[in-house]
T-cell receptor, first 116, second 113 residues
Framework: EPEVTQTPSHQVTQMGQEVILRCVPI?????FYWYRQILGQKVEFLVS????????KSEIFDDQFSVERPDGSNFTLKIRSTKLEDSAMYFC??????????????FGPGTRLLVL | SQKIEQNSEALNIQEGKTATLTCNYT??????LQWYRQDPGRGPVFLLL?????KEKRKERLKVTFDTTLKQSLFHITASQPADSATYLC????????????FGAGTRLAVHP
């Protein structure tokens, strides 16, 4: 069964450094998302992406964040200058353009980011 | 203010019993309500989706109800098994498809043999 994959599984970085989290959505899906989950807290929406542009972004997704679909398979989240509070599990998700039903999101296994 | 509330405490039940998990929300009008399962250190896994005009949805041992008047969804697992032990997340989809999901904090279910 097709799955969303994410790399790396773990990333440790120093505060102020740039990180790029990578995702390969399910191949025939057209809608892509990033969420994050701080340890012990809720899964929070960051951004949605369709037709090569951002559809919606949350207040968390400030100028330090960007997303890109550089080719037909990868979907990346870049954090330009990491802060301690960016430490979290980051999940990529994708949705097909048709049912059943529209809107079901398939999540990847996550990248655990630790900012020191 | 807008809130999604799930049973905050862990739910412990005996194998074979029915587990019932609650999701209440305020100041939202979701088009869809979805339930996901999350195991420790893993991503959420989709289980069931119910639309605002549907009262009940079933899939194998799972059943979801949706009461838009009470602003509540109930999630039932019948004949529960230890393998059902996980955190179950309620998620609101306000516009109905392809948009952000707003998650509750989840309820941790432990099924004991």
């Amino acid at each position: 069964e097709p799955e969303v994959t994410q790399t790396p599984s773990h990333q440790v970085t120093q505060m102020g450094q740039e990180v790029i989290l990578r995702c390969v959505p399910i191949s025939n899906h057209l809608y892509f998302y990033w969420y994050r989950q701080i340890l012990g807290q809720k899964v929070e929406f960051l951004v949605s992406f369709y037709n090569n542009e951002i559809s919606e972004k949350s207040e968390i997704f400030d100028d330090q964040f960007s997303v890109e679909r550089p080719d037909g398979s990868n979907f990346t989240l870049k954090i330009r200058s990491t802060k301690l509070e960016d430490s979290a599990m980051y999940f990529c998700a994708s949705s097909p353009h048709t049912g059943p039903p529209g809107g079901t999101q398939y999540f990847g296994p996550g990248t655990r980011l630790l900012v020191l | 203010s807008q809130k999604i509330e799930q049973n905050s405490e862990a739910l412990n039940i005996q194998e074979g019993k029915t587990a019932t998990l609650t999701c209440n929300y305020t100041n939202y009008s979701p088009a869809y309500l979805q339930w996901y399962r999350q195991d420790p250190g893993r991503g959420p896994v989709f289980l069931l989706l119910i639309r605002e005009n549907e009262k009940e949805k079933r899939k194998e041992r799972l059943k979801v109800t949706f009461d838009t008047t009470l602003k509540q969804s109930l999630f039932h697992i019948t004949a529960s098994q230890p393998a059902d032990s996980a955190t179950y997340l309620c998620a609101l989809d306000i516009y109905g498809g392809y948009n952000k999901l707003i998650f509750g904090a989840g309820t941790r279910l432990a099924v004991h043999p």
